[in-house]
């Protein structure tokens, strides 16, 4: 029986990235819906169930960590999903205030496909709480 493919939301305020990792998840064989800040993010989480969530931090209304946090204080169907925040953001404090409202992952921008497919799926089957860090220097 084959693995049913992970189905991904998106979230960046940018139309390039957003176009990018969609396209790294189609040719990964993965599905996605993507939206362009968070609060579109957060009633797309509130309406569909996904395997993974992935966003970027700063955004109009309001940004990913904020998404992230909303989310993971609701009891809608992606409360325990994991979450990877995708930011041009790098430094300790932005990824101590990701984990704090509940990411799985953090991936500083540009990121390849390669580190795309590896943090994706290293979030899907790590254990319950399990925190990744994954960047470039910027």
């Not at 169907?77 to 404090?93: K, S, Y």
């Not at 205030?97 to 994706?120: C, M, N, W």
Request: proline share 4%; aromatic share 6%; charged share 20%.
């Amino acid at each position: 029986m084959s693995k049913k493919a992970p189905r991904l939301l998106i979230v960046d305020d940018d139309k390039m990235m957003r176009r990018v990792l969609s396209d790294y998840a189609w040719l990964l064989g993965w599905s996605s819906i993507a939206a362009s800040d968070g609060g579109a993010g957060y009633l797309a989480a509130q309406n569909e169930r996904f395997d993974a969530i992935v966003t970027d931090c700063h955004m109009p209304r309001f940004g990913g960590i904020e998404m992230i946090g909303r989310i993971r204080a609701g009891t809608g169907p992606n409360a325990d999903t994991p979450m990877l925040v995708v930011t041009g953001m790098n430094n300790e404090d932005t990824q101590r205030q990701a984990y704090a409202a509940g990411a799985t992952a953090f991936i500083v921008k540009p990121v390849s496909l390669d580190e795309f497919r590896h943090i994706v799926e290293s979030a899907l089957s790590a254990d319950n709480g399990a925190k990744t860090a994954l960047g470039s220097a910027a």
